[in-house]
DNA sequence: CGCCTGCCGATTGTCGACCGTCGGCCGCAT
DNA sequence: ATGCGGCCGACGGTCGACAATCGGCAGGCG
């Protein structure tokens, strides 16, 4: 039998109403489209897109256990509000999980090292044609990639589930803010030395640079003067 | 104005019903009185709860996200099932998440440390008493209650609620195998060179009994030989 | 004049019903 | 006998409606 490339359309639509719901809000939750403490009505999303409350709910459930929306009992979600500690518990966590899981990709031997490699070599890449688009959104979420590929190559799915709640909560941070980035070298040269370390297999190297980067990027997004967002509406309260 | 105790009725059925249902059927999960596979329908527990389905569905789409139950498109949902790679997956994150919160309680200073060495000793003399009982159910229990005292002791809620997962999970695997407490002593002994370790700021110790302590644990429950369980009812499959 | 109390609009929590889809069984053709 | 296609029961996904609850505001009482 011929091959007949069918696999070409392998989905037809296999998400339900509240997936993509779910999806479309979280997106934009992510790209900052949605001001923090805004309210989020059922009726209103339901109307707006033209289906019943139902899915809406159920999306807006999903995205409340993803830390992206909070619940007040009856008085239903609005957008979350990072404060200065949430950012610090945010890259804490994330230190956590990529830490362990360059520990795991060491541990895997020369093997898992190489894929492990290569793969942040490809997403660097990217890094490097974004900057030169220079989309901050775009910047932003290839950064991301870059860290979810680094924890993905550890091979423990329930480390990457952890770290896609981390990595969406880090992107709104980053999006509401509109930082500036660090001269874009500067970020390309940060993950570089990380890949190094982690081809060269130095374990402490690699773990001070993934806690050194992250705690520069937390200080980045702590740091009251960011610049950008000249609008007054402040990135943070309190 | 008097005070007039009345702050000890400050909770009154505070839940709304779906959470209830959660919580129900997640300990039914976690105690073991659901057979992995299982299909649970809606319409059967929204029957025998004398509820809308509205308010089932709900809970056990909360399940789905802590990964407790996993749901087939249209087909409903089904009570985990468990893989020797699930177990080792799960207590690889556990100690991604341990490891890093007992750093974090050293690099807190000795004031930190001290605090969660007295949670965690005040934890050990609970599970002490539970040995004495001799209620599997409890012990499992409090064994996780000592883990989930270090990381909160930690500070950070992010990594709390991922450790909570993390720990439902392992509840699960436990009760299902019921697998013979390993003599009761070594538990006890175990848990004590971490405290002890923690006490005297030594690091390296620290994370070495974490790492040896989840490592023994994940051999037991994926090791063939657990005594207990008699009826032929696999506790994993494959 | 200030605080408490009762009402009001808005929004959620819950309900029962409909429709589409899924997996399994039966019958038929080969 | 076997592989295939079509039917069937069951279940989830979605919908519109009802009622309970909450925050805010106006009015009354001290």
Redesign the pocket.
């Known amino acids: 039998m011929a091959v007949s490339g069918l696999s070409s359309l392998k989905t037809l639509e296999r998400k339900?109403?509240?997936d993509r719901i779910a999806e479309d809000l979280r997106q934009m939750i992510i790209e900052g489209r949605l001001m923090p403490g805004e309210q989020?009505?059922?009726?209103r999303i339901a109307e707006l897109l033209d289906?019943?409350?139902?899915?809406v709910?159920?999306a807006l459930q999903q995205l409340v256990q993803q830390k992206l929306l909070v619940?007040a009992?009856?008085?239903?979600?609005s957008v979350v509000t990072f404060t200065a500690s949430d950012i610090w518990e945010i890259y804490d966590a994330r230190c956590a999980i990529e830490s362990h899981a360059a520990g795991r990709i060491l541990d895997g031997g020369p093997g898992a090292r190489a894929r492990a490699t290569d793969a942040l070599r490809a997403v660097l890449e990217r890094l490097r044609v974004a900057l030169k688009q220079g989309d901050h959104r775009k910047i932003s979420a290839v950064d991301l990639d870059f860290h979810t590929s680094l924890v993905a190559s550890a091979g423990n799915s329930r480390l990457v589930d952890a770290y896609s709640i981390l990595s969406a909560q880090t992107l709104t941070c980053i999006n509401r803010l509109e930082i500036a980035i660090p001269s874009g070298e500067e970020l390309i040269d940060e993950h570089g030395v990380l890949i190094d370390a982690l081809a060269a297999g130095e374990r402490e190297a690699l773990l001070k640079a993934i806690n050194d980067h992250l705690t520069v990027a937390a200080s980045h997004l702590t740091s009251p003067q960011s610049q950008g967002r000249t609008d007054g509406e402040p990135g943070l309260p309190r």
Chains 1, 2 share one sequence.
Do not use: D, H, I, K
């Open positions: 339900s109403t509240s989020l009505a059922e009726a289906v019943s409350r139902a899915p709910r159920e619940a009992r009856n008085r239903g979600v």
